[in-house]
């Protein structure tokens, strides 16, 4: 919390930059100011926006309405509140024409207030703003509620004149209060930028159409466009921090100083930098392990440019901070040391900008600072500034041009032409259709399929259900179906067959046609997964065989399709059978051989191959039951390969489901299989519990499952929140080691969770007290000592190996099991 002299020292030093920065103005080259539909000047600090005469520029209709706010106290505590007592109101398409005397980039700025007027009603106004290149806004309504509106644009402007179009639509009207055309330095909008989602170089970016959504001040107040060398507002950052608890306000009152030719005031003013939010120091017996974030609404589908601005204030030395940054879960930046990227200074300013796609069925934007990976560096990071611009780029098609009599042999000319390109590509798709035909080409979206190196192959003669694929070394990959082979097995997709949907798209029961039942899981092209995820489970699956995961038949790629190909699953989702259907109650014994089974699937991924498989995605909609009720493991579209032998973890983006996801995971983005050990203890949890784990419904203290359960557990009172289905079957022993097991899984740290070859070894014991009934069944006991003592032998004397088939069992269905613990084990339940 900023203390009384903080705020005092700060408010100074802002007072201090307002002088400064006065002094040090950018003088643009272009630079018109109008304050829309008055017949006077507008004093906005020392910048003067014109009455709206149309000395310096044209108005193409200057006869539409001028209208005045007759309520100007609702704008009266506003930011420059004198531009929104006026407006100029357009009826019909109109333009603004602005000389352009240095071409480049330019903020076109633009005020909107819907006050009501006695002949129109500008809440109800909808409309269309365009330049002869862009469109800037389309179809835009202003807010219903009276609030105003303000819109800024970032534009490239290669011509002479700039035409500002305003296109009322459906018989409404347009309307603008204040407008600004503005010219800033090029720099100010490099050409590059760093992609976030795929970790690539963004090319072109200078000559895109930007419109900034958000301009933030990290740790500081808000600065107004009086104290910023291009006007621009900076809000402070203290209503988008998820955790303001996490976080703390610091500043400096020094001199900050730029880099030349590559930093200026002119990119952030030095208030900007001289705050900054930090990430709360710990104690000297505690290490950070979380991030500090913020969220904000963006308009889904499309991609934006994030810039954080940098300048360390807070270290003594150089080399001193080291931290990493994130956007979206996805690594911005890691281990960066702003002393290094500063020249080797302090208190120098620095700028990154990078780019990212936001998915169509999100509106979330998150950024986050966290500590270093970095051995022996103190946990820390700072955020001084963040920019947010949307890249809307949308080529003028819509521009609404005066007509005249003289270009109608133009318009049929064209028209004409436009028809004829029609039908000549028709003709060649047809004719490229049939050759297709004639071919049988498959689809080339995947095709050559490599894994290890190897190249798939589609071996055309082997068509009844689909054709074999094979990989290099690997050998099999399963068959490659055709798309009209899996619309038949599925009655053409039939939305009665869907048995299950998923992050990846809809799962369809299917009928082959030797009769063979299959679940074909068909990507859907808006989800957030992909073609990453589908080529991880084919390559996964295709290597992989243990009859506690689920097997892949095979895939589909053809017509750009993304479909995979399952075994049959009788009996569906653990999650169906524990709550939310009417399937018929589990008892305690089939839990406990589900979750058996469950963990011996999890415990081959993590140890049957040279390096470990992460899946990242346990929950219980993801264990499927066979006609028998054996658990299979499935969906291995977000599974990791675990990390090298010299190495403790996989840094990665945090992907997972909510409320299963490993908190040291989320915070750090640091990926083990101790993640997957985590959710498994969820997993446990609900099957214990029978309820989701996330209900919104119930009392704060219960939405979540995980810390509700060990608020309880810590207790000793776990057994009070059993599925009262199944409380009055469970011997005491067997539920006091299963929640152990649940407690250890879900510990804070990884390091202090068990291994999955443990988590499995304590649940199988816990099944022997369910079956023995109470420690005194010594015989039982001995027999499955013996029986666990034969297979620790044989685990010694095998090594680990693949099944071939579903139906084959591998070493690695073993748990990996010590004679130490078993004794151990029956000397604490004999003790009790």
Known sequence: ??????????????????????????????????????????????????????????????????????????????????????????????????????????????????????????????????????????????????????????????????????????????????????????????????????????????????????????????????????????????????????????????????????????????????????????????????????????QAGFSYVVRMHFCDIVSKALNNLYFSSYINSWSATNDIDLSTLAANTLHTAVFMDFVVDIPGESNRLSVSIGPSDINNVFPDGILNGLEIMKISSSYAGNVVEPKSKGNTGAIVGAVLGVMGVVIVAIVVFFCLRKRKRAKKQQSKTWLPFSINGGTSQSLASRATNGTAATSGVNGNLGYRFSFVVLQEATNNFDENWVIGLGGFGKVYKGVLRDDTKVAVKRGNPKSQQGLNEFRTEIELLSRLRHRHLVSLIGFCDERNEMILVYEYMEKGTLKSHLYGSNLPNLSWEQRLEICIGSARGLHYLHTGSAKAIIHRDVKSANILLDENLMAKVADFGLSKTGPELDQTHVSTAVKGSFGYLDPEYFRRQQLTEKSDVYSFGVVLLEVLCARPVIDPTLPREMVNLAEWGMKWQKRGELDQIVDPRIAGDIKPDSLRKFAETVEKCLADFGVERPTMGDVLWNLEYAFQLQEAGSTDSLVNSINRITELSSQVRDMNNTQPVMETGVGNISSNDLSDISMSRVFSQLIKSEGR
């Open 1 to 298: 919390m900023a203390t009384p002299n903080h705020v005092l020292g700060l408010l100074i030093f802002l007072a201090f930059l307002k002088l400064r920065n006065a002094a040090s103005t950018f003088n643009p080259e272009d630079n018109y100011l109008i304050d829309c539909g008055s017949l006077t000047n507008t004093m906005v600090g020392q910048r003067v926006f014109e009455a709206d005469t149309g000395r310096s520029w044209t108005l193409t209709t200057p006869n539409n309405i001028i209208a005045n706010n007759t309520t100007p106290s609702t704008v009266s505590s506003l930011d420059s509140s004198s531009l929104y007592l006026n407006a100029r109101i357009f009826n019909k398409p109109s333009s603004y024409s602005f000389p352009i005397q240095q071409k480049g980039r330019h903020f076109i700025r633009l005020y909107f207030f819907p006050f009501d007027n006695k002949d129109f009603n500008l809440t109800t106004a909808q409309f269309s703003i365009s330049t002869q290149d862009n469109v800037l806004l389309d179809n835009f309504r202003p807010r219903q509620d009276s609030i105003t509106a303000f819109k800024e644009f970032s534009v490239n402007l290669t011509r002479d004149t700039l035409i500002l179009t305003f296109s009322p639509e459906n018989n409404s009207v347009a309307f603008v209060n204040a407008l600004e055309v503005v010219s800033v330095p090029d720099n100010l909008i490099l050409d590059t930028a760093q992609t976030v989602n795929t970790k690539a170089t963004y090319r072109g970016l200078s000559t895109q159409l930007l419109e900034t959504v958000y301009r933030i001040n990290m740790g500081g107040p808000k600065i107004i466009s009086v104290n910023d060398t291009l006007w621009r507002t900076w809000v402070p950052d203290g209503s988008y921090l998820v955790d303001p608890k996490l976080a703390q306000n610091v500043s400096y009152g020094g001199t900050i100083s730029y880099i030349n030719g590559a930093t200026s005031a002119e990119i952030a003013p030095d208030l900007v930098y001289s705050t900054a939010t930090r990430l709360l120091p710990q104690n000297s017996t505690m290490s950070a392990s979380y991030n500090v974030t913020w969220n904000f609404n963006v």
